[in-house]
């Protein structure tokens, strides 16, 4: 996979207290404690959440096929050219259940005005797909975003994934 996962015991993990003296790290991380008490938000059905932004959506485009399943995303692209950060959202809901649609508005919508695009994908659900399932999809997802950054007009090199619940540890 893209991205090498192990899941331990923290005090196994290498990761300490001193990684939060990094101002990215605590940031991210601030940013996944805060997201396991938010609400899922928004379920973006019709038009857009986003209200005030003049995006460019994007729904239910295959970024992989899996088991003979079709994984699906959504964008909600800035319009102008030139390109913008993306943040990659990643739904909650125990790796049992959640969609795409589920959207953290309190959290994306001041990104959004302050020029992000944002792309939320799905993943195969347990139990039906157990684990590496959801983390390989989301790597799959997270290429995908990669290689058609220049069709997206996203700045490739400014990707940040975001999650909350389960979508935070994928």
């Given at each position: 996979?893209?991205?090498?996962?192990?899941?331990t015991?923290?005090q196994?993990?290498?990761?300490t207290?001193?990684?939060?003296?990094?101002?990215?790290?605590t940031?991210?991380?601030?940013?996944?404690?805060?997201?396991?008490?938010v609400?899922?938000?928004?379920?973006?059905?019709?038009?857009?959440?986003?209200?005030?932004a003049?995006?460019?959506?994007?729904?239910?485009?295959?970024?992989?096929?899996?088991?003979?399943?079709?994984?699906?995303?959504?964008?909600?692209?800035?319009?102008?050219?030139?390109?913008h950060?993306?943040?990659?959202?990643?739904?909650?809901?125990?790796?049992?259940?959640?969609?795409?649609?589920?959207?953290?508005?309190?959290?994306?919508?001041?990104m959004?005005?302050?020029?992000?695009?944002?792309?939320?994908?799905?993943?195969?659900?347990?139990?039906?797909?157990p684990?590496?399932?959801?983390?390989?999809?989301?790597?799959a997802g997270?290429e995908?975003?990669?290689?058609?950054?220049?069709?997206?007009r996203?700045?490739?090199?400014?990707?940040?994934?975001?999650?909350?619940?389960a979508?935070?540890?994928?």
């Amino acid at each position: 996979t893209a991205v090498n996962r192990v899941f331990t015991h923290p005090q196994n993990s290498g990761f300490t207290m001193g990684h939060l003296q990094k101002p990215a790290v605590t940031f991210l991380w601030a940013i996944g404690f805060a997201m396991s008490f938010v609400g899922e938000g928004f379920s973006a059905d019709e038009g857009h959440p986003f209200t005030g932004a003049d995006l460019e959506i994007r729904r239910d485009v295959e970024f992989a096929e899996r088991s003979g399943e079709s994984l699906k995303l959504d964008a909600f692209l800035q319009r102008s050219s030139s390109l913008h950060p993306v943040i990659v959202h990643v739904h909650g809901g125990g790796f049992t259940a959640g969609d795409k649609r589920d959207l953290p508005l309190d959290l994306l919508g001041p990104m959004v005005k302050a020029g992000c695009s944002v792309v939320s994908l799905n993943y195969r659900l347990a139990p039906k797909y157990p684990f590496p399932a959801a983390p390989d999809d989301v790597d799959a997802g997270i290429e995908w975003v990669k290689s058609h950054a220049t069709e997206l007009r996203i700045d490739k090199t400014k990707l940040a994934l975001l999650g909350g619940s389960a979508g935070g540890l994928l």
